[in-house]
């Protein structure tokens, strides 16, 4: 935080107690980020250590050994539940869930908010609080209905039927990320225009579209990091070859046959996780804004 | 935010024809875009809502069979054992990594508030769990606290043989070890939450209580922690709405095991439905989970629509 006048918690401390607590809070802070970076740095080392060195030195070690081999033949060539291309095929299943998903839930999400912040009707309140009842819903409850209606609509066991899943139970985010963004444009400029005889499509093009980058990242992110780990109904409502990759890696972990493939598993979990970290990384601050906007309403 | 200039060159010149349906067509296009998603929101919520409470009372097995059958499903659900374990789990996991996260989150947001260098890397440290999915860490820290794998054979191997870390694989201990995942997991998120509540305290009260020569554990006690009361709720109420919902972990880490001992009602939801064919009673156990999470937000929606009415009728 670049706030100059923020105020020094410590300024009213002598030197030496200063420098003391200082310590503290830095050994303190290191201590904490053992614990988090931990995992991720085992399962890092692990998935560059041969087989040999892992079943020496134990799975938690400095790597005795460097091979790339288990992150190709996690990528294309391992078995996962009888076919053997590796982890890529999930992938690209997750890719193509995501993209349509985010870009549909996201594109809507926009219109609805715009609606229901300068398109203001009577009840059109009572409306966004019946959307926004969607974020709230255990997956559970709808796992049976959606089963049946996928059905009916001859999705089931489709990527088709996951972007759909998601689309829905994304719209209820999308909606209330961008409405609650809108609301503060000032009236004022659509009333201007709507004056000026400018329409629903145009004042959305030239008014509303122009100020919402900083919205439709936040919501994009979310989108896109939400679907991807998602998993209840990644598992339910696909099966074999059309599986999403956090689906699918379940498979490969709990299918404990003769040699447990370290490094095979550790790649193919970084392979799932490096996506959303990577968004995570350069869309930090994005990220956590939506985040806590998610949290707090 | 630069606003872009909105010009108007195209103010219609042309004598407006009377198109009586366009006209109305266009009056209502904000409810026309609307109208989908509405849709969609609704039979989402309200109809396959209803649909699974259906479900809960009606004779399905295997296949549905809408058939009125009345509540025993939600009577059996409770005389049986794996449910009461499921349940009991939910309220041992929920309370101690609510506990837990709320307390190490507001620690790491206290400890990054005290002007440290290189915050954003700090942050960024505790936070990437959150980035990741369950499935994912949870793999990780199975062999981790897999005593064969994980701490307990590294620990052995240091020379302390009769080191004993088997959480995991201990019926008594098993539902711990999620806790200190989901700890790990969520603490990082409620650092962030309690984080920006810190900076929105006003600091000229800093300033004046450190005058007034108070210490700064009590002026954190005395003034900053109440001024960000708010932020306490919203944490608790996204903490337990996640404990409520929990199921990835638990699938990734110990599939429910060792035996039956960390089954959450979560799990035994999928399992009686898409496992054993128990639809009617896999339904019932579903709106459990909604009944409790109704606890949370049944009064938090009415807290935040109370503060928002004080705060509106404050001006």
Known sequence: MADTTAYDPLGAVGTWRRRQAKLIIYALLGLFALYYVVPLAVVVINSFRSLPDISHNGLISLPHSFSLDYWSSAWSKFCVGGTCNGIQPFFFNSVAMVVPATVISTAIGSLNGYVLSKWRFTGSETLFGLMTLGVFMPGQMVLLPWARVLGWLGLTNTIGGLVLIHCVQGLSFTTLFCRNYYVNIPDDLVKAARIDGAGFWRIFRKIVLPLSPPILIVTVIWQFTNIWNEFLFAVIFSSGTNQPITAALIALGTADTGVHQYGIESAAVLIAALPPLLVYLFGGRYFLRGLTQGALK | ?315
């Open chain 2, 1 to 315: 935010m630069v606003v872009e200039p909105v010009t108007f060159t195209s103010v219609r010149a042309v004598p407006k024809r009377r198109r009586p349906l366009r006209e109305w067509l266009s009056g209502i296009l904000p409810q026309l875009v609307l109208a989908p998603s509405l849709l969609a929101s609704f039979i989402y919520v309200f109809v396959f809502c209803g649909w699974t409470i259906w479900i809960s009372v009606s004779n399905s097995s295997l296949l549905p069979d809408y058939s009125w059958s009345g509540f025993h499903h939600y009577v059996e659900l409770w005389g049986n054992e794996r449910w009461r374990i499921a349940y009991t789990n939910l309220f041992l996991f929920g309370s101690l990594y609510v506990v837990g996260a709320t307390t190490i989150g507001l620690l790491l947001a206290i400890l990054i508030d005290q002007r440290i260098r290189a915050e954003a890397l700090w942050r960024t440290i505790y936070l990437y769990p959150l980035a990741i999915s369950f499935i994912v860490t949870g793999t990780v820290w199975r062999w981790l606290l897999n005593p064969s794998t994980g701490v307990e054979s590294l620990i052995r191997h240091w020379g302390w043989t009769s080191f004993k870390f088997d959480w995991l694989v201990n019926r008594e201990m098993a539902i711990y070890t999620v806790v200190i995942i989901g700890i790990w997991q969520a603490s990082g998120f409620v650092m962030a939450l309690f984080l920006a509540g810190l900076r929105s305290v006003d600091p000229d009260l800093i300033k004046a209580a450190q005058i007034d020569g108070a210490s700064m554990p009590r002026i954190y006690r005395r003034i900053i922690l109440p001024a960000i009361g708010p932020i306490f709720v919203a944490v608790l109420v996204v903490l337990l709405q996640s404990a409520i919902k929990i199921f990835d972990l638990v699938v990734a880490l110990t599939a429910g095991g060792p035996g039956i001992a960390t089954t959450v009602p979560s799990i035994y939801v999928y399992d009686l439905i898409f496992q054993r064919g128990q639809m009617a009673e896999g339904a019932a156990a579903a709106m459990m989970i909604l009944f409790v999470l109704s606890f949370v937000l049944v009064p938090y929606t009415i807290w935040s629509n109370w503060r928002l009415r004080r705060e509106a009728s404050r001006g």
